[in-house]
């Protein structure tokens, strides 16, 4: 593997990694400390914590760059995507492509920013649809 593969390989980690642990509420009440204990655990998720909305909006504006810029696209599983973010995924950069086509690759860019952000939101609009954001639904 060549470096920038290697290198290709370990963001799309470290983006997994991290978007499932802003997901799963790192750091938020009742989570493990760093000595191993539990700390106090409320009903009420963190103050802190990304909307599903949002970070839906982000994972998929960073991979439909991606997508856009290498013309192919990615498994959705390693991409960290549930079935409905990959249609959201696909919709937004076939769009974004024909875009770009069209006009120029920053229209392109302020679609795709414009694409994610309406569909994610209509995806979360009643909460998560499936329990979770890499849910099927």
């Given at each position: 593997?060549?470096?920038?593969?290697?290198?290709?390989?370990?963001?799309?980690?470290?983006?997994a990694l991290l978007a499932a642990c802003?997901?799963?509420?790192?750091?938020?009440?009742?989570?493990h400390?760093?000595?191993?204990?539990?700390?106090a655990s409320t009903n009420s998720p963190s103050p802190s914590a990304t909307p599903p909305a949002r970070l839906c909006t982000q994972?998929?504006?960073?991979?439909?760059?991606r997508t856009l810029d290498d013309d192919t696209y990615g498994d959705y599983q390693s991409?960290?995507?549930s079935d409905g973010q990959y249609e959201i995924l696909r919709k937004v950069v076939d769009a974004a492509r024909a875009e770009r086509?069209?006009?120029?690759?920053q229209s392109a860019e302020r679609l795709i920013d414009r694409r994610a952000r309406e569909?994610?939101?209509?995806?979360y609009r009643n909460g998560e649809p499936?329990?979770?954001?890499?849910?099927?639904?």
């Open positions: 593997m060549t470096t920038g593969g290697a290198r290709r390989k370990g963001t799309v980690l470290a983006l802003l997901a799963s509420g790192c750091g938020r009440p009742g989570a400390d760093a000595t191993g204990g539990t700390r994972i998929i504006g960073y991979w439909s760059r991409m960290g995507l086509t069209r006009t120029d690759a569909l994610c939101e209509k995806r499936t329990g979770g954001p890499w849910g099927a639904g």
